[in-house]
């Protein structure tokens, strides 16, 4: 099992900055990649961004150039940067891991941070 535990939501004017923080703990062998998901009131969950192993950065269109993800391995944890932050970005923001366990990958889904980007 994987235990995610995230931080670093809040709330924040527009051209703001926050970073949130995903810590993952428990049982695994390796991590494959680690990335940030998204849900506003009334939408579905989106992808945000995510990072393997070979630490190569993905983003959705709609954040780049103003989100940075990357990880530290040695700590298990992945940090997603968020700059310039827009009232559009306003989401509580999900941490996910696929990570090995056996023979098996599988994704495990942190609790969830609130970002408010007011306007």
């Known amino acids: 099992q994987v235990q995610l535990v995230e931080s670093g939501g809040g709330l924040v004017q527009a051209g703001g900055s926050l970073r949130l923080s995903c810590a993952a703990s428990g049982s695994f062998f390796s991590i494959n990649y680690m990335s940030w998901y998204r849900q506003a009131p009334g939408k579905q969950r989106e992808f945000v961004a995510r990072?393997?192993?070979?630490?190569?950065?993905y983003y959705r269109d709609s954040v780049k150039g103003r989100f940075t993800i990357s990880r530290d391995n040695a700590k298990n944890t992945v940090y997603l940067e968020m700059d310039s932050l827009k009232p559009e970005d306003t989401a509580t923001y999900y941490c996910?891991?696929?990570?090995?366990?056996?023979?098996?990958?599988?994704?495990?889904w942190g609790q969830g941070t609130q970002v408010t980007v007011s306007s």
């Open positions: 990072i393997g192993s070979g630490n190569r950065p």
């Open positions: 996910n891991v696929n990570a090995r366990i056996g023979e098996i990958d599988a994704d495990y």
